[in-house]
């Protein structure tokens, strides 16, 4: 068994316990939740009509687009679903398998699929499945972690269950989604080095500090500087898209 498979008991343990601190984290008046809204910003979904994300957890992405009635969100745990639920009542949230989706050919035109596939045992099986139920000419974004990332290469290090994660490239991304039928696919690389991410982490970072203007005049001009200095190969997030063939 490759050194980075993690069997799915462990992941669902792992991820089964709502985060409302991870939550506050992404959305709060802080300045790493701006570069989230940002991240999510690029997909290009925040206009969809039917919109599905597989792997809501707490939903803060659904928030960042936008939440609205019509959206539903997938997650395997009924505790964040629960949380994600009191938190955005206008959208449908429901537990199911990523890999056996409950919905009927063409019922979407928009799929969000963000820091899943390097969780799951059949990578493809979750993008094929995403494909299916979109409408022809709907549109698939999947956001993963880049294993070109020195953050992302010691996150994997230091937690088993994210170290699938080192599977996850841009021509790897790239292939999943044109081997599910997907046309114009592009994989573009983003946040060159988060510095946010950290000192603004709820368990390690500055606090209500994080939140002030200046804080945030900080952090900004420092990532405008990285996203000079950092090679994009070795920026921390792919954002993939494609299209359904009409």
């Known amino acids: 068994m490759p050194f980075y498979a993690t069997d799915r008991d462990t992941q669902l343990a792992y991820w089964d316990r709502a985060d409302a601190d991870h939550y506050e984290w992404q959305t709060g008046p802080t300045y790493f939740a701006e570069t989230e809204r940002d ?27 936008g939440a609205r009635k019509g959206w539903v969100g997938i997650d395997f745990s009924v505790a964040k679903l629960a949380f994600a639920r009191g938190r955005m009542p206008g959208v449908r949230v429901t537990a199911a398998d990523a890999t056996r989706l409950p919905f009927a050919d063409a019922s979407f035109d928009a799929v969000l699929i963000r820091d899943v596939l390097h969780h799951v045992g059949d990578r493809q099986a979750v993008v094929d499945e995403a494909a ?19 953050l992302i290469v010691a996150q994997a290090m230091l937690v088993k269950e994210e170290r699938a994660v080192l599977r996850s490239t841009a021509r790897l991304i790239g292939r999943e989604l044109a081997d599910a039928g997907l046309t114009q ?61 009409q």
């Open 39 to 65: 991240l999510v910003g690029m997909t290009g979904l925040g206009s969809a009509q039917r919109l599905l994300e597989i792997g809501c957890g707490e939903g803060a992405n659904l928030f960042h687009l």
């Open 132 to 150: 299916r139920v979109l409408l022809p000419g709907g549109t698939l974004a999947a956001v993963e972690p880049n294993r070109g990332s020195p």
């Open 185 to 245: 696919v592009k994989v573009t690389y983003a946040q060159p080095l988060p510095m946010a991410r950290i000192a603004q982490h709820p368990k390690i970072g500055l606090g209500a500090l994080a939140a002030t203007t200046g804080a945030k005049r900080v952090l900004s001009v420092a990532e405008r500087l990285s996203a000079r200095l950092v090679p994009r190969k070795h920026w921390m997030y792919l954002v993939a898209g494609g299209v359904k063939p």
